[in-house]
């Protein structure tokens, strides 16, 4: 088998029919997680997006469903509490998740429903890789796919602090971090994302992510005519931009829909403890390090005086004597 996979430039492909091999090898990995040092790829994959035009958006949930079952994940069945978000919240075994809110909008006094799919950002700049501490359990490609490396990951959790969108779960049975991959197993045989490929109204699309800017500015030209005047493109550049994007009738204020970020940026103790904290956290165990050599040396051992050992005794006897009297 030598002919690879193509490069993917819709979520409409057809898989192959013919086997082919993958398309996206371990030396496109361009950053990994604590392994500062990568050789740099023989070749740069073109970088590819997933747009979602929440105009478009029904709220069926197949994408949620399409999630599941290509992942091959059991989502824990929840209770109806007065919500149409279900399960509520994401987790090890929901990769993404519809999210629902009411927006009354005051410039023309209309009820809003802002549907949004919740996921994996998969940001230019990961905030889960930089915080994370087990080497190679985070990498990104060079396509801009952040993918987790579950035999390297240690469930410390960490990718959860590092990220400015709150997406990873640890798993409680595995004890490893999950989140969407952006169907990374499809993409690399030429396929689109399966929730893409699912989307019946086809507000999720997937290319490149040059097609995909251009396909959002003509939303956006569309949602303006229509009164829409804040329509935009979320592509935040707190984390170098994203290969998940957002068309927003309100795209000057994102976190109308259901919380999303405002301006995204790496949390500051993640900047801090893999930035300068790092480094002088080293140089605080080094010179703890040569200070108990030093003291090791140069130290004198610790001697017991005559005297002291005579006051020790003289404390046990007093000791001895006092429990005496008490059980006489």
Not at 56 to 71: D, H, L, P, T, V
Not at 212 to 219: F, G, L, P
Not at 221 to 235: M, T, V
Not at 246 to 273: F, T
């Amino acid at each position: 088998m030598t002919d690879r996979a193509p490069q993917p430039t819709t979520a409409a492909a057809n898989p192959p029919v013919q086997p082919l091999a993958s398309n996206l090898l371990p030396s496109d990995v361009v950053r990994a997680s604590a392994m500062p040092h990568i050789t740099a790829p023989d070749r740069q994959l073109t970088k590819v997006a997933k747009l979602i035009d929440v105009s478009k958006c029904i709220g069926c949930k197949a994408c949620q469903s399409a999630c599941a079952e290509w992942n091959d994940t059991s989502p824990e069945i929840g209770e109806n509490v007065g919500l149409y978000e279900n399960p509520a919240d994401l987790s090890s075994e929901m990769f993404t998740l519809m999210r629902y809110a009411e927006y009354e909008n005051p410039a023309t006094n209309e009820l809003e429903w802002l549907i949004r799919k919740e996921g994996c950002m998969h940001c230019e700049d990961p905030g889960c890789l930089r915080a994370c501490p087990a080497p190679g359990a985070i990498v990104q490609y060079s396509n801009g796919i952040v993918d987790f490396i579950h035999e390297n990951c240690i469930g410390c959790g960490y990718c959860v602090t590092g990220c400015p969108f709150d997406v990873p779960r640890i798993s409680p049975v595995k004890h490893v971090s999950t989140k969407c991959t952006l169907c990374s197993d499809r993409v690399a045989m030429g396929q689109g994302p399966a929730c893409a490929k699912a989307c019946p109204t086809q507000a999720i699309t997937f290319g490149t992510k040059e097609a995909m800017i251009a396909h959002a500015e003509e939303r956006i030209e569309d949602l303006k005519s229509r009164g829409y005047e804040n329509a935009g493109l979320y592509d935040p550049q707190g984390v170098g931009g994203t290969h998940v994007m957002y068309v927003l009738h309100h795209a000057d204020q994102p976190s109308l829909y259901s919380g999303l970020p405002d301006d995204p940026q790496i949390a500051p103790i993640v900047e801090d403890w893999k930035g300068p904290a790092k480094k002088v956290g080293l140089a605080a165990i080094g010179l703890a390090a040569v200070g108990a050599a030093l003291h090791g040396i140069f130290a004198r051992p610790l001697k017991v005086e005559p005297e002291d050992e005579e006051d020790a005794e003289g404390l046990v006897e007093a000791a001895e004597r006092r429990a005496r009297e008490d059980r006489a």
